[in-house]
């Protein structure tokens, strides 16, 4: 594109034949020679030997034209060419510029047009002729192509040849904008593309940047609008035209497309194109999200997508991570929303833009659906979905084994696990380290039969690393049920009485009473105890595995049986320890 120029309102020097022409008006009568049917000539005959396909407007009186032309006479002799002055005539027809029969001749001729006029004496120089140049009483014959037409009441002529689907703006003053172009003279000779140089043409509307005409041919475009702009010359480079590629007094015809539009003044524009029911929080400053997205010039360009790694993008919002108009357009979103973020260049990558897929000043447009999101203070979320089916007077707390069924997903959905599919109710210790933390706790305080939902975010799940199946920094959506608790044992104990133990506990252990207790002898009386209800051994263990356990504590010197010497309470143990450290 060229830079602006003032246009100027006085015409050329005319070249010599047009001097002429202005001086000499053949008014005389039946002065020429015979047509070529043999009598003379009374009209200007117009033959057109080329008529384009489409013809958007034709010459009238007081119209300025741009043509070439041949002058001979009837013999074929060449009296003049402009051709053979390498310029083009330019003047205004029908206002006594011209011969008659020049004027008459060019009447109704269309761009690109060529004609054939035969002009009579009395339309052309007369009885008089002009000295050394064309003899009296001579019948000109012309071969005239018609380049350019145009009037000073002409404004911008604007075609829109597609126009998007979608609007989000138009053109106004003061924008910058990016587009592409090819522009032509009027007759179609091109002089100038925006494509062959791989980049836009980007500039301000309004703002004396461009040539007035295109300042006006833009106004109101959509990104992803096609345009025919034509403009005249006193709205383009007027008489002086541009260089050697734009001749004076030329229209200009320019094939644009917009690529995209916006104002240093614009903000983040967003624009909800899904909003899930029940949207009970929204992303705030610090929160950490999750979200897929499909990024876009303005045009419609894709430059890239999270869908295409199969992997959301995930990061802190608000804290600079991002570019600052995803940072603002992500705030306030609901997880499962769908939105569309419009984000100006002075808000994303600027005038330079990044890698070779954002151009520089270009407007981004992401359309993004939030996966999830949670702060790193996030608690577990609990929500009581029913109630259990009675009254309710002890309920799950750290140490007890539980028993319980769970479907597990991530907030958009997506299935992960589920206790269903195994049949079998999941089983663990709270507080033992067996689930992950989040489950742990939201298990607690829950009574059986009683349905929960729990939120859980990612620092009391699986983390950023995420697990099997399980993806980094996912927050993850319980649905469980509570089939059975057994209350735990105090930390450290394998088994504990519901009174107090026998008075002689070794007496009955040592059932043969030998003075020893091997093993058989020691768990047919632990089981024994368990089967009267006078003690419990700790739920969820495999029982035999558990009495070996104790059993082997309270074999000292391990040689395979228990003395009444080695034989020790736990709690007695405890408080012994209690001594020794006080």
């Known amino acids: 594109m060229f830079p602006a120029v003032s246009p100027s309102h006085t015409f050329p020097r005319l070249p010599l034949l047009q001097l002429l022409l202005l001086l000499v008006q053949a008014v005389g009568k039946g002065l020429g020679r015979a047509s070529p049917a043999g009598g003379p000539l009374e009209d200007v005959v117009i033959e057109r030997y080329h008529i384009p396909r489409t013809c958007p407007r034709e010459v009238q009186m007081g119209d300025f034209v741009r043509y070439h032309y041949n002058g001979t006479f009837e013999d074929g002799k060449k009296f003049d060419s402009s051709y053979d002055r390498s310029t083009l005539v330019a003047i205004v027809v029908g206002v006594g510029r011209l011969i008659t029969g020049m004027d008459r001749g060019l009447m109704g001729m269309c761009v690109n047009e060529r004609r054939r006029l035969i002009v009579p004496p009395h339309l052309g120089y007369g009885s008089i002729g002009v000295a050394g140049l064309i003899p009296p009483d001579a019948t000109l014959y012309f071969d005239v192509v018609l380049l350019d037409v145009w009037n000073q009441a002409d404004t911008v002529q604007v075609s829109t040849l597609l126009h998007p689907a979608h609007c989000p703006r138009t053109v106004q003053d003061s924008d910058f904008v990016r587009y592409h172009y090819n522009g032509t ?42 345009r025919k702009i034509i403009i005249p010359p006193f709205l383009a480079y007027g008489e002086k035209g541009y260089g050697t590629v734009i001749p004076p007094q030329a229209s200009l015809v320019f094939h644009v497309l917009l690529i995209d539009v916006h104002n240093p003044k614009d903000t983040v524009q967003l624009e909800t194109l899904e909003l899930p029911p029940g949207c009970v929080r929204r992303a705030v400053a610090g929160d950490f999200m999750r979200y897929h997205y499909n990024g876009s010039l303005m045009d419609g360009t894709p430059f890239d997508s999270s869908y295409s790694r199969n992997h959301t993008y995930n990061t802190y919002v608000g804290q600079g991570y991002i570019i600052p108009g995803m940072d603002q357009g992500l705030q306030g979103a609901c997880i499962g929303e769908r939105r569309r973020i419009t984000i100006p260049p002075h808000l994303a990558y600027g005038e330079n833009g990044t890698g070779d897929k954002i151009p520089g000043s270009a407007v981004l447009i992401f359309d993004v659906h939030i996966i999830d999101f949670h702060n790193p203070a996030d608690p577990v979320e609990v929500k009581i979905l029913s109630p259990p089916p009675e009254t309710c007077n002890e309920t799950a707390k750290p140490g007890d084994f539980v028993r319980y069924h769970y479907n597990c997903s991530l907030l958009d959905g997506t299935k992960l696990f589920s206790s269903h599919d195994y049949g079998d109710p999941q ?86 009473k030998d003075g020893e207790v091997p093993p058989e002898e020691f768990s047919t009386f632990i089981k024994a105890q368990v089967s009267e209800g006078k003690g419990r051994l700790m739920p969820g263990q495999d029982p035999e595995k558990t009495i070996a356990d104790m059993f082997q504590n309270q074999d000292r010197n391990q040689d395979g049986k228990i003395t009444v010497e080695e034989l020790k309470l736990k709690s007695d143990e405890d408080q012994e320890r209690v001594h020794e450290e006080l």
């Open 185 to 226: 003279l009027l007759d179609g000779t091109a002089f100038d593309t925006s494509y062959s140089r791989d980049g836009t043409y980007d500039t301000y509307v309004g703002s004396g940047w461009l040539i007035k005409g295109m300042d006006q041919g833009l106004l109101g475009m959509c990104p992803g609008e096609r």
């Open 427 to 512: 089983e663990a210790t709270l507080g033992a380290n067996k689930v992950i933390e989040g489950l742990d706790t939201g298990l607690q305080g829950m009574c059986v039969g009683e349905r929960r939902q729990l939120v859980v975010p990612p620092h009391l799940a699986h983390g950023e690393s995420g697990a099997r199946g399980v993806p980094g920094s996912a927050v993850l959506l319980f649905e469980v049920e509570l089939v059975s608790r057994e209350e735990g044992l105090p930390t450290g104990y394998l088994f504990v009485w519901h009174e107090d133990p026998p008075v002689n506990l070794f007496e009955g252990l040592d059932l043969n």
